[in-house]
Every structure is written in C-alpha cells, then in structure tokens.
C-alpha cells in the first residue's frame, strides 16, 4: 500500500505521520505527506503531476483551505471556489490513476444550522449551513456528493470522515484565522509574556466536543485501512465530552499556569451556539477505542507551543 | 462600453429557454438592449480559456446563463458524477469570468427537480437546500444547487446582482426530442408524431400518473426578460404555472394527441421508471410581483409545439 496524504504539512497531517512513526506501519506500507511546495492542489495539472510522480494506491486527502470562524466570515465565496477545485482535482486524478480508497476529511461544522442533536452522519445535507461559512460547508458537503458519484458512475469506494473541533500541535495558532483552541493558547500565551489579562473572543458560552488530533491521526489510518462505506463516518469524543469555550479557556490557563485575570469580549461573534455529534456509529465499529484525557492532550499542546513558539504558524 | 445599452449575452442561446427568449424579445424589443446568443459552437464552457474568450469578444454588460448538461430522468440516472462535474465546471466558468469582465448582473436557471426529494408541497424558494434531492438526478440536482452558493457569495464579496430563475417543466419549439435523453412532453410529442405517421397506439413510459406543471418556452422567455429588467432579489424566483395547473402525465398524453389530431390508443410501459411522483411549485411570489400575467392556454401551447415538430422534424433535435 502506497499512501498520499494531501495537507501533510498541517494540524491533522503531522499528527498522522506522528503516529505512522511512533506506532510503526504495516508491512509494506510506504507513506508520502505532500504539501504545497509538492503541488498546488487548486491546479489540476499539478494535481495530475503529483499523483504521476508518486503513484499512491490509496490517498488520505486533508488538504484544504481552513480558517476559523473570522476568517472564513470575510470570504465565503474564496473558500467554496478554492475546495471545490481541490477536492474535484484530488478525487479526478485519484481515480484516472486507479487509486483504491481515497478518505476525505470533512467537519461537524458543514451540517445543517437548523437541526436537532445530537447530529448524525444521515443529516449532512438535511438544511442550510450556519451562515457564517456555507462557502466552506457547501464544498465539504459536494465531497461526499462526489464520493457517491464516483461509486455510482464508476464502482469507486471513496469515503470520508467528519471529525469534531480539532487540536493538537502543529496546529494553525494565528488569532485571527485560527481555530477557538489554538487561538486561546497563542492568547495565554501572550498575556503570560505581557503580564496582561487574557480575553476570550464571545460569551464563552458555545460548547464543543474536542479531539485530539493524535487520536483523530490512529482513527483515520483505521478508516483507510478497514472502513468500506461510501457514506462519512463522524469520528467524535461522545456527546457527554462537550465543553464550554469557557471550560476549554480555563483547561489552557491551568495547563499554562496562568494567574491573571480571564475576561469575556462579548461583542465579538459566538458562532454556532453547538454542533453536538453522535459517535455511535464509530463506536459500533470500535467499542473499546480510548481517546486521550483532555486535560493530557491540552498539556501536550501546549508545552509544544511553547518549545516550538518560534517556528508555530501564527 | 459606450452609452447605456445593455449587452444581454444568452449561453445556451439555442436550446429550449433561448428559442423562448428570442421569442419574447422580439415581441416586446427595447431599444437600449442587444442581445447575443452563445451556443457551444461558439465555445466549450467547461473550458475556461475559451468561455473567456467568447465572452470577451461580446464584452457584456448583463448574462442569461442558460447552457447546461441536460438530460430527462434516464439519461441522468446512467451518469451523476458526469452531470455533476460537467455542470459545476460551467457554471464556476461562467460567474466568474462574468464578474471578471465587471458584468453585473447574471440570471441563471435552476429547475424544480433540484428541490428536496422529502418535501411537504408546495415547495417554494426558501426550501431549495432543505434535503437531499431525488436520487435519480443527484449529480445535476447538486450543481445547479451551488449556483445559488456562488450567487450568494459573488454578491457578497463583489456586490454583484447574481440571480436564478427556477422554471417547472419547460417545453415549445427547438426541444430536444430524443425520447432517451429528452423530457416528457418532447417525447410525447416525438411519439405522438411517429404513431400518427404509423397508425400504432402511443406508448407512454411508467403509469401516467406523475404530475407536473408545465411551462411554455414563449411564456418563460417573457418572465425571463421581465427577471432581467426588473428583479432584484439575491434569492431565487419560481416561475410557474400555478399549482392548480398542474396535471398528470396520461393528461399531458391526451393534450399531446388532440394537437395532432391522433386517435388511435394509450398504451402504458410499467417497466419503466415514473420519477418523481410530483413536485408542485408555489408561483406565489411571482404572483406577489406579476399580479396579472397571463401564461397561454395549455392546449393551445402543445398545439403550437405540435405544428412546430410537424414542420419541423427534418432538423428538429431527434
């Protein structure tokens, strides 16, 4: 098995090629994760080029363009255009090159707004997205439309998963593009550095499920390897691990041992009030499986922000 | 661009719904708009370099964006992923060389097979994203979906007055008759003719029992000037008959037979699928805007369509 990972580079990537190194790969198994020095995935002759050069037979695709929140308010129609044509050219060339299992990554952020919960992969397309960034939403939702075209038209097997909030180091801890939990530890951090108090974005009220993303990492290479579906897999802490942005602030501030005060900017925007996901179809395949403690998988970020501060994406 | 005359650039100027805009526009011209039809021997719009080209050469100033890969419910079932990619390409193509090129208003044509497959009726506007469509016709039904997303994200990042216009089933003159890859009424039509021709009853495919409005190409062409002129919502705009005109398929048979003065028998196909049993639009906001329009009477509408096949059939598109 020859595998492409597409996003190598980002959150999700490195923690894939963390596990693939630390837990060792099956016999055989050779892992290239490509990154956008490799090819430009908007392109589709670039694209093509990168599957030409490597000849996967199975790809792990992740590669997209991501922001939190506030960035992804300011350009809606940037992030649709951009992942349509990724996601178009990555699933073309995998299966002009006769690639057997292509696992794409989608988001609990792209299911419908108005919805009841917990949410569950039979909804993903049962309403409107929260307005703040269908753009992104609507070209996550077309992957699992292109899956099913591809099984349809062309007997391929190509599937995806649909992680929750995810975190971990090498993560993108920009402030202003970032997500809510990298965000808060780059702010800690700051306020540490500048003896100031730390303000968090929103009332503090939203709540969230989080995984971590070295588990989300040895969840996806059980996907690739043993899920046959075509339809998305969510791949979740269970519903009883959602927390409040306020509760995930103060896990940071503990983690960090920060002692100053913890403020609420209320005029900035909340988001989605909850997302909350139902994990029964993972745990139907996998009852036993143990995600890692969340105040464990905070310190590590951490501690590797820290260490790593001076080449972390911010 | 000189002066204040609209430049209309119309893609799929020669299908269906560009016959009825030429139609209408020749009934009711204006003198500060010209109109170019564009046909796919002008220029493949899944290739951008040449939709660029095509539409520079115009330089227009508004788009009807009419050109699409389009099928009945068979030739849809057979290849989703085609219909889906061949139709995302020309649409992405289209908006965004049309905003490229500092055009300001685009009105592009959905259709009620989009709409969610699980749906209390009648459906209207707001319900477009609300469910999963039809199975048969996922692939076209998801692409023409994203054009309202990309309508709604041109207009906010651009300020743009990107539009669409979602007719219920369309017919009249310059149809693609094809009875694998062509709609019902064409069909009928093409049938009709051939059995007249041959003294043999009409074979209708499924039970007859499916409903539909429909809508003339003349009728449409009109609406889809006045969307032009006069209509400025981000939201798309159903443009029906109302529900109280829709009718079954053994209904729309009958019309078919009396404009050809056919009496010979119906004969009906169960092996063959019906799709969806209906998909009743609410023309209510149109009605909110047009208060008296007045669509053509159906059976004169077929007749007329019948007459044009007669005359026609050597080039019609069999």
Redesign the interface.
Known sequence: MKVLVTGGSGLVGKAIEYVVNSEGTKDGEEWFFATSKDADLTDAKSTNDLFEKHKPTHVIHLAAKVGGLFGNLK????Y??KN?AIN?NVL?SAHQHDVQNVVSCLSTCIFPDKTSYPINETMV????PHTSN??YS?AKR?VD??N???N???GRNYTSVIPTNVFGPDDNFNIEVGHVLPGLIHKVYNAKHNGSSFTVWGSGKPRRQFIYSRDLARLMIWVLRNYTETDPIILSVAEEDEISIKEAAEAVVSAMDFKNPLLFDTNKSDGQYKKTADNSKLRTYLPDFKFTPFHVAIKETCDWFVANYSVARK | MEGSKKRILVTGGSGLVGTGIRAAVEMDPRDDEEYFYLSSKDADLTDRQATLEAFKKIAPTHVIHLAAKVGGLYGNMR????F??IN?AIN?NVL?IAQELGVKKVVSCLSTCIFPDKTTYPIDETMI????PHTSN??YS?AKR?ID??N???N??YKTQFTAVVPTNVFGPADNFNLEEGHVLPGLVHKVYTCKKNNTPLMVWGTGKARRQFIYSKDLGRLFIWVLRSYEETQPIILSVGEEDEISIKEAAELVAKGFDFEGGFEYDLTRSDGQYKKTASNAKLRRYLPDFKFTPIGQAIRETCEWFTANHETART
């Open positions: 350009s809606n129609l940037e649709f255009q349509m178009q073309e397309h049962n309403g409107p269908y753009g609507y077309m439309v292109l099913k075209g591809y349809g038209d062309h | 290849g989703n992923l085609h889906f990619r995302m992405d965004s994203h609300n469910g999963a996922y692939g998801y994203m997303v990309l709604t994200g041109f906010q990042h």
